[in-house]
């Protein structure tokens, strides 16, 4: 069964324990040796694969760890970036050419010591 937006929460519930199941399985683990590996009581490990609410979402995440399904939750939730107008308007102006630096002009003797009403 596919996971779907028309599904129910208990149905959804009941769809995550089946697939914790089979992968509880497929490494040939028995539900005591995941409760231990992942910190939890068997009754913990049972209440998930039965879809039950009860559980809390800490130990899903304790058993998904000791599956190594931990990586696959970014594909449930993956992390909200800004789009490209955001991402352009973060960045500011872009630099469209290099001005060279100004040298400070030199100065002579006779401009060193020039004040107001000295124009002559």
């Not at 102006?93 to 630096?101: D, L, N, S, W, Y």
């Amino acid at each position: 069964m596919k996971i779907d937006a028309q599904l129910t929460d208990e149905a959804l519930l009941k769809l995550l324990g089946q697939r914790l199941m089979q992968q509880r399985l497929s490494r040939h683990l028995t539900q005591q040796q995941l409760a231990e590996q992942a910190g939890l009581g068997l009754r913990t490990v049972q209440r998930l694969e039965q879809g039950e609410a009860a559980t809390q979402l800490s130990g899903f995440l304790r058993v998904c760890r000791v599956l190594g399904l931990l990586d696959r939750l970014e594909l449930l939730l993956p992390e909200v970036r800004p789009g490209p107008l955001a991402q352009l308007a973060q960045q500011g102006p872009q630099r469209q050419r290099v001005r060279k630096t100004k040298t400070p002009p030199r100065s002579t003797s006779k401009a060193a010591g020039w004040a107001w009403g000295d124009e002559t």
